[in-house]
C-alpha cells in the first residue's frame, strides 16, 4: 500500500483510529456532499495509546465485531495515521530532477542530506515552485512502522487498506467541502482532542506548516467543570499557539503575511469554552464547528467527532 495523500480513489469505507474510539465516515460526494452514515465503537482504555496499537489482539476483536456490526465485510477503507507521528516541510531540490525521480532521490537523501525524526518512514510529496534556482517540494512523513500497523491489523481481518491520510487535510476537506476555506488566505486548523492540540497552517490549499502539542493535565484532559480552571490550565498550549503565529509571520513570511483566520475544531470535552476564549483573544476570525443538520434525523446536528472521518471521505475534493 502507498502512504498516498493526493492520490484519488474510489468512494470507500473511511476509519479513523484514535486512543478513546474507531470512528466511521462513509459520504456521498457532491456539491454539497452528503454523510450516508456514522458510526463509532468505544475502545477500552489502553488498547491505543497516543496513536500506537497496545493490544493487538483486543483490537482485532473489536475489529471483528464491527465489521459485522456496520456491514465492512471486505470492503476498501483508508484510514488516518496518528496525528503525533507525521511531518510536514518545505524544502527545496535540485531542478534538474525529473519529476517521475523525485521519489527515487527522497528515498536516497531521507536520512542522508534530509533529517526526520524517526527511521524508515514512509512519504508523499508534492511539487511546488521553483525557487532560488531550485524545485520546491513539500514533504510528508510518518513513521512506517506506526502506519504499517495499521495496515496489516485491517488486512488480517480481510479490509483491504488502499491509502492512509493525515487529519490536518481530513479537516482542510471538510471546511474546503463546506465552501469555508479560500486559498488566497493563511489559514490556521486548531484541532483539539483530548491529549493532543494539532496545529496546521494552510496557504493555496496547501498545508505548510505542522506542530503537535501535547495537551496538560492528566491524560491531557483538563478535568473540572470550572471555565476558568480549564482555560488556566490550557494557558501555555495558547501562548504556544501565539509564538507559532508570530514565528509564520515574522521569521518565516518577513512580516509579508500572517495567519488571518482560525478553525477550532476537534473532540476536547471543553472545546466551546476554548473556542470562546480564542475568539476573544485573537485579533483574527475564528471559526468553530459549522452548524449542519445529522444525517440522521434523531440527531439534531452532525456531531464534531466525526469530522475528521468525514473529510477522508472527502479525499478527492484536493
Given at each position: 500500500?502507498?502512504?498516498?495523500?493526493?492520490?484519488?480513489?474510489?468512494?470507500?469505507?473511511?476509519?479513523?483510529f484514535t486512543d478513546e474510539?474507531?470512528?466511521?465516515?462513509?459520504?456521498?460526494q457532491g456539491n454539497p456532499?452528503?454523510?450516508?452514515?456514522?458510526?463509532?465503537?468505544?475502545?477500552?482504555?489502553?488498547?491505543?495509546?497516543?496513536?500506537?496499537?497496545?493490544?493487538?489482539?483486543?483490537?482485532?476483536?473489536?475489529?471483528?465485531?464491527?465489521?459485522?456490526?456496520?456491514?465492512?465485510?471486505?470492503?476498501?477503507?483508508?484510514?488516518?495515521?496518528?496525528?503525533?507521528?507525521?511531518?510536514?516541510?518545505?524544502?527545496?531540490?535540485?531542478?534538474?530532477?525529473?519529476?517521475?525521480?523525485v521519489r527515487n532521490y527522497?528515498?536516497?537523501?531521507?536520512?542522508?542530506?534530509?533529517?526526520?525524526?524517526?527511521?524508515?518512514?514512509?512519504?508523499?510529496?508534492?511539487?511546488?515552485?521553483?525557487?532560488?534556482?531550485?524545485?520546491?517540494?513539500?514533504?510528508?512523513?510518518?513513521?512506517?512502522?506506526?502506519?504499517?500497523?495499521?495496515?496489516?491489523?485491517?488486512?488480517?481481518?480481510?479490509?483491504?487498506?488502499?491509502?492512509?491520510?493525515?487529519?490536518?487535510?481530513?479537516?482542510?476537506?471538510?471546511?474546503?467541502?463546506?465552501?469555508?476555506?479560500?486559498?488566497?488566505?493563511?489559514?490556521?486548523?486548531?484541532?483539539?482532542?483530548?491529549?493532543?492540540?494539532?496545529?496546521?497552517?494552510?496557504?493555496?490549499?496547501?498545508?505548510?506548516?505542522?506542530?503537535?502539542?501535547?495537551?496538560?493535565?492528566?491524560?491531557?484532559?483538563?478535568?473540572?467543570?470550572?471555565?476558568?480552571?480549564?482555560?488556566?490550565?490550557?494557558?501555555?498550549?495558547?501562548?504556544?499557539?501565539?509564538?507559532?503565529?508570530?514565528?509564520?509571520?515574522?521569521?518565516?513570511?518577513?512580516?509579508?503575511?500572517?495567519?488571518?483566520?482560525?478553525?477550532?475544531?476537534?473532540?476536547?470535552?471543553?472545546?466551546?469554552?476554548?473556542?470562546?476564549?480564542?475568539?476573544?483573544?485573537?485579533?483574527?476570525?475564528?471559526?468553530?464547528?459549522?452548524?449542519?443538520?445529522?444525517?440522521?434525523?434523531?440527531?439534531?446536528?452532525?456531531?464534531?467527532?466525526?469530522?475528521?472521518?468525514?473529510?477522508?471521505?472527502?479525499?478527492?475534493?484536493?
Amino acid at each position: 500500500m502507498d502512504f498516498t495523500l493526493f492520490k484519488q480513489t474510489n468512494r470507500i469505507a473511511n476509519l479513523v483510529f484514535t486512543d478513546e474510539a474507531i470512528r466511521l465516515a462513509e459520504v456521498k460526494q457532491g456539491n454539497p456532499f452528503q454523510v450516508v452514515n456514522l458510526e463509532e465503537k468505544l475502545l477500552p482504555a489502553g488498547v491505543i495509546s497516543d496513536g500506537k496499537i497496545q493490544d493487538r489482539e483486543t483490537l482485532e476483536m473489536i475489529l471483528e465485531e464491527i465489521i459485522a456490526l456496520w456491514g465492512l465485510k471486505k470492503r476498501k477503507v483508508r484510514f488516518v495515521a496518528p496525528d503525533m507521528y507525521i511531518v510536514i516541510r518545505k524544502m527545496l531540490i535540485p531542478s534538474d530532477i525529473a519529476e517521475d525521480e523525485v521519489r527515487n532521490y527522497l528515498f536516497l537523501e531521507i536520512g542522508n542530506s534530509i533529517h526526520l525524526p524517526f527511521e524508515d518512514p514512509l512519504f508523499d510529496y508534492l511539487l511546488l515552485e521553483e525557487k532560488e534556482g531550485k524545485q520546491e517540494i513539500l514533504l510528508f512523513a510518518s513513521p512506517e512502522e506506526v502506519v504499517l500497523s495499521y495496515q496489516e491489523i485491517l488486512e488480517d481481518v480481510k479490509l483491504q487498506p488502499i491509502a492512509a491520510d493525515i487529519s490536518p487535510l481530513c479537516l482542510y476537506r471538510f471546511y474546503h467541502g463546506m465552501q469555508m476555506t479560500n486559498g488566497q488566505n493563511h489559514e490556521m486548523i486548531l484541532h483539539f482532542d483530548k491529549k493532543l492540540l494539532t496545529l496546521t497552517i494552510f496557504n493555496h490549499h496547501r498545508p505548510i506548516f505542522l506542530r503537535p502539542l501535547s495537551l496538560q493535565g492528566e491524560n491531557g484532559v483538563i478535568v473540572t467543570e470550572q471555565e476558568e480552571s480549564v482555560l488556566f490550565s490550557l494557558e501555555d498550549t495558547f501562548k504556544e499557539v501565539e509564538k507559532v503565529m508570530n514565528f509564520y509571520r515574522y521569521t518565516l513570511n518577513k512580516d509579508e503575511a500572517s495567519v488571518n483566520k482560525v478553525f477550532v475544531i476537534g473532540d476536547h470535552p471543553h472545546l466551546s469554552e476554548i473556542f470562546d476564549h480564542l475568539n476573544d483573544r485573537f485579533d483574527v476570525r475564528v471559526e468553530s464547528m459549522p452548524i449542519i443538520e445529522s444525517y440522521n434525523k434523531d440527531d439534531a446536528l452532525l456531531d464534531p467527532k466525526f469530522v475528521v472521518a468525514i473529510g477522508l471521505g472527502l479525499k478527492e475534493v484536493i
